[in-house]
């Protein structure tokens, strides 16, 4: 049970890939010898987790690429068998992370109480402390400074109350536990990523830093936001394209200034 679930991590789906569930209502394993063989490996390992984690992560199922072939659809449409590596979403707490990462305000503080969660008057769920005002409308207190920028694993998780940001992109909501994450694709993620409150108020972070990093030079910051993002440099044509529209961007907010935002350049 315990090296499935391992292995669910790694893949995003278990050799048996009904986590919580062994019995005879639950899927057969895809490759019961291997999931023997891994199970007899850690324990004579130890019990060593990395051990472990290192035989998996150095296989050649694990360092296969995303790539689709004609036969492998053909035999594994459903890619149980691990015909191509599978492709997967960043967990909801990663992306968060993530965009605070880049944009270089995450708070690494480590341990303490958890950072409070509290409904906004739009029905958001943000950082912040529950308070009602006298008109009975949701007005919550703002968190010591900071707090509001630490890793996800410190947010308070209400049942009641997920943080819209990560509630949106699959949170679990503990309901009376998670034996394995949902990954969906709808419009709300698309839309938060666009409009969303904490991710313009990360993005203007992002593009403070990278202007303070690279200065006025456009290609320079083209190049810098990437190595940000994806730890690598543009290739030519994503270069091209981004001081494309970074001109394009330019002139409509030259000719067309939006009232409190910064100077276009």
Same mark, same amino acid.
């Given at each position: 049970v315990l090296v499935n679930r391992f292995w669910m991590h790694h893949f995003g789906r278990g050799i048996v890939s009904t986590p919580g569930d062994f019995g005879r209502l639950g899927a057969l394993p895809t490759h019961p010898e291997l999931l023997d063989w891994l199970a007899s490996e850690f324990v004579s390992s130890g019990w060593s987790l990395k051990s472990f984690h290192r035989k998996v992560m150095l296989s050649r199922a694990y360092r296969q690429n995303s790539t689709h072939t004609?036969?492998?659809?053909?035999?594994?449409?459903?890619?149980?068998? *691990?015909?191509? =590596?599978?492709?997967?979403?960043l967990e909801a707490e990663s992306i968060r992370d993530a965009m605070l990462d880049v944009s270089g305000k995450l708070n690494r503080k480590a341990f303490g109480p958890p950072v409070p969660v509290a409904e906004n008057e739009s029905g958001e769920v943000i950082c912040g402390i529950e308070h009602i005002d006298g008109n009975g409308i949701h007005a919550p207190k703002p968190v010591p400074e900071g707090e509001? *920028?630490?890793? =996800?694993i410190y947010i308070q998780v209400r049942r009641s109350k997920l943080l819209s940001v990560l509630d949106t992109f699959d949170l679990p909501a503990m309901e009376p536990n998670c034996e394995q994450r949902s990954s969906s694709t709808v419009a709300p993620q698309s839309l938060l990523l666009m409009n969303g409150d904490v991710v313009r108020k990360i993005a203007r972070h992002t593009a403070e830093r990278v202007v303070a990093e690279a200065g006025a030079e456009p290609s320079a910051r083209v190049d810098r936001v990437w190595r940000l993002a994806l730890g690598r440099l543009p290739s030519e044509t994503e270069r091209a394209e981004a001081l494309k529209f970074l001109s394009d961007q330019t002139q409509t907010l030259t000719a067309s200034p939006v009232e409190g935002a910064p100077p276009a350049d």
């Open positions: 004609a036969k492998g659809d053909e035999v594994d449409p459903d890619n149980k068998y *691990l015909s191509h =590596s599978p492709l997967r979403r509001d *920028l630490r890793r =996800s």
